[in-house]
């Protein structure tokens, strides 16, 4: 499977435009990638039903050359990513089953309503919907932080002319 192949998959299943999908996805990618890189957690990243990622040290070592036989060679130090899957991916792998419906049974509903929206929805539609829903909070906060400077500044102003006046004689 390819990684348009997989955000095609992704997107379809979870009613979110394939733009989105391929940001989260490059998103979680680059996490896991990051927490290897830097040693985050010890360098594990462990998705349940899933597997862990890890980094894997091999010491330098003097070993025998396959090339050249009888031959001695400096092996150098390295760091390799590795993954080891869970004992439920492996017996799903080993028992060969074909997943043309989501595993856990928690998303089943879901599925269903992704069957019947996609009838009835446009994922882009959608994607372009949720884009104008977010553009319309975003300039209701800027909207209500704005008025909430103007009340700010209008009680400040207030609180000194009260001041000033008490000042008085």
Not at 3 to 23: G, M, V
Not at 131 to 160: D, P, S, V
Request: hydrophobic content about 30%; overall charge positive.
């Amino acid at each position: 499977m390819t990684n348009s192949q997989l955000i095609e998959k992704t997107a379809k299943r979870s009613l979110i435009c394939k733009e989105s999908t391929a940001l989260v996805l490059q998103a979680c990618f680059d996490i896991i990638r990051e927490s290897l890189v830097n040693g985050d957690n010890w360098g594990h990243v462990r998705i349940d039903g899933f597997g862990t990622f890890y980094g894997s040290h091999m010491r330098a070592h003097k070993g025998k050359s396959p090339l050249l036989p009888g031959e001695d060679v400096e092996f150098k130090e390295k760091f390799r990513p590795r993954f080891s899957p869970t004992s439920s991916f492996n017996r799903d792998v080993m028992e060969g089953r074909h997943y043309d419906e989501p595993i856990h049974k928690a998303f089943q509903p879901f599925e269903n309503l992704t069957e019947r929206a996609q009838n009835i929805v446009d994922p882009r539609t959608k994607c372009e919907k949720l884009r104008k829903r977010l553009e319309r909070r975003y300039q209701i906060q800027c909207e209500a932080a704005a008025r909430g400077r103007a009340t700010h500044q209008a009680n400040l102003l207030r609180k000194k002319a009260e001041k000033n006046q008490t000042d008085l004689p």
